[in-house]
């Protein structure tokens, strides 16, 4: 299975970016979908996880009432909406999948990745 993220880009303050990951030679089945990001120097830091078949879902407390994860298991594809976006939520994103169904934020527990997308804030 191999991970398609795309949907990133410059945004100003306050605006809104919706994040698509897609999944070829594979599907997301019975599998947590996550989002992790990552700055220069840091450590990738997880954002936002949703369980198998979607029930259930997790975001950081810096995004809660701003990020929403959600997926279409028809098209495997797993979805991040980013409102009223910060320059601190400039990163590069990383979709990923979990070994597991339910929810988890430990990147220990996702085995496949994607490339990155660049989110960039600012004005």
């Known amino acids: 299975v191999q991970l398609q993220a795309s949907g990133g880009g410059l945004v100003h303050p306050g605006g809104s970016l919706r994040l698509s990951c897609t999944a070829s030679?594979?599907?997301?089945?019975?599998?947590?979908m996550g989002w992790f990001r990552q700055v220069p120097g840091k450590e990738r830091e997880f954002v936002a996880t949703?369980?198998?078949?979607?029930?259930?879902?997790r975001v950081i407390n810096s995004v809660k009432g701003r990020f929403t994860i959600s997926r279409d298991n028809v098209e495997n594809t797993v979805y991040l909406q980013m409102n009223s976006l910060k320059p601190e939520d400039t990163a590069v994103y990383y979709c990923?999948?979990?070994?597991?169904?339910?929810?988890?934020?430990?990147?220990?527990?996702?085995?496949?990745w994607g490339q990155g997308t660049q989110v960039t804030v600012s004005s």
């Open positions: 949703i369980s198998w078949p979607g029930r259930n879902t």
């Open positions: 030679g594979g599907t997301f089945s019975h599998r947590t």
């Open positions: 990923a999948r979990s070994i597991y169904a339910g929810v988890t934020m430990s990147s220990y527990d996702y085995n496949i």
